[in-house]
Nanobody, 120 residues
């Protein structure tokens, strides 16, 4: 029900835009977010948006570089990633839920992940 795409290989300083397409249900009243997991590390919060009021949340490590936004029909969530660093290399997952934006256990729906690799 959540299909993430847009990952790839990019050089440090470059940009990528991830997309998360929702299907099968309406996520317009959910909190939707992005988490990432690098090899050997735990899954970590990246950004989230509450569709109900448009409020956004960011991890300190990406604030000012990443932007989360959605389309008007509330069917696709995006993550614009600028000024990418090698430390941003990870599998990125989109999520949907009703709970705390930064808490992975509060999300009920997860996409399959898309790999972002940033070379130095």
């Amino acid at each position: 029900q959540l299909q993430a795409s847009g990952g790839g290989l990019v050089q440090a300083g470059g940009s990528l835009r991830l997309s998360c397409a929702a299907s099968g249900r309406t996520f317009g009243r959910y909190v939707m977010g992005w988490f990432r997991q690098a090899p050997g590390k735990e899954r970590e919060f990246v950004a989230a948006m509450d569709w109900r009021d448009g409020k956004t949340y960011y991890a300190d490590s990406v604030k000012g570089r990443f932007t989360i936004f959605g389309n008007n029909p509330k069917t696709t969530l995006y993550l614009q990633m600028n000024s990418l660093k090698p430390d941003d290399t990870a599998v990125y997952y989109c999520t949907a839920g009703f709970g705390r934006p930064r808490e992975p256990n509060d999300y009920a729906y997860w996409g399959q992940g898309t790999l972002v690799t940033v070379s130095s």
